[in-house]
């Protein structure tokens, strides 16, 4: 697929699209391709400054492009790479206004950490209550998924108090109004569009 590189849309393509859509097939090779690519764009457009918001239209800031890198890997496994991209967008995660954002990065980091050699359950548990716990603003399916996602990685140590209490924690969560609307309505969306694709064509 050709990409407008004249055009800073692209930057979202390759670093939203591109990037995490191969790091989900395990191929680590076009993924890390896609994210030098975004960056080297980056440095081709004026773009926005600090961390632009997920839900944004406006192209990609260089803070947004690297938050994106950073979960393209948590699909790779690749936790060093993981943090050193959250590290370098931390300072504007906190300055920002986006609760999104910083949950979905601080989720990133704690599926991350579950990976590897030598993986840090207890801080990585610690991450997911925080953004259980922080109360700041309505859910997003984005969250929710990733929330979700960091409880089934951390099944092989269920039977550690920490792993136990995020489970709990999360249980608790997805009972709340807000975040069981999105849940019911992600779940209906998915229904219908399966339903969509198995209706038969005119043509049938």
């Given at each position: 697929?050709?990409?407008?590189?004249?055009?800073?849309?692209?930057?979202?393509?390759?670093?939203?699209?591109?990037a995490r859509a191969l790091g989900k097939l395990g191929d680590a090779v076009g993924a890390q391709r896609a994210i030098a690519e975004a960056e080297d764009l980056s440095s081709n457009h004026r773009l926005p400054g600090g961390l632009t918001p997920c839900i944004?239209?406006?192209?990609?800031?260089?803070?947004?492009?690297?938050?994106?890198?950073?979960?393209?890997?948590?699909a790779l496994g690749n936790t060093r790479d993981v943090i050193e991209y959250a590290e370098q967008v931390?300072?504007?995660?906190?300055?920002?206004?986006?609760?999104?954002?910083?949950?979905?990065?601080?989720?990133?980091?704690?599926?991350?950490?579950l990976a590897g050699?030598?993986?840090?359950?207890?801080?990585?548990?610690?991450?997911?209550?925080?953004?259980?716990?922080?109360?700041?603003?309505?859910?997003?399916?984005?969250?929710?998924?990733?929330?979700?996602?960091l409880h089934a990685r951390a099944a092989s140590w269920h039977q550690l108090p920490v792993v136990r209490d995020y489970a709990e924690a999360l249980r608790t969560w997805h009972t709340t109004p807000l975040t069981r609307a999105v849940t019911n309505f992600a779940k209906m969306a998915r229904l219908s569009d399966s339903r969509t694709r198995r209706a038969p064509s005119a043509a049938d």
């Open positions: 697929m050709a990409i407008d590189r004249d055009n800073a849309q692209a930057i979202r393509l390759l670093a939203n699209g591109r944004s239209f406006a192209p990609y800031s260089i803070a947004r492009t690297l938050a994106n890198a950073a979960t393209a890997h948590v931390d300072e504007l995660i906190e300055q920002s206004d986006s609760d999104w954002s910083r949950a979905l990065v601080r989720l990133d980091v704690a599926t991350a950490l050699p030598q993986p840090d359950v207890e801080q990585a548990m610690v991450l997911g209550r925080q953004v259980l716990e922080a109360g700041g603003g309505p859910p997003i399916r984005s969250v929710i998924q990733r929330a979700g996602e």
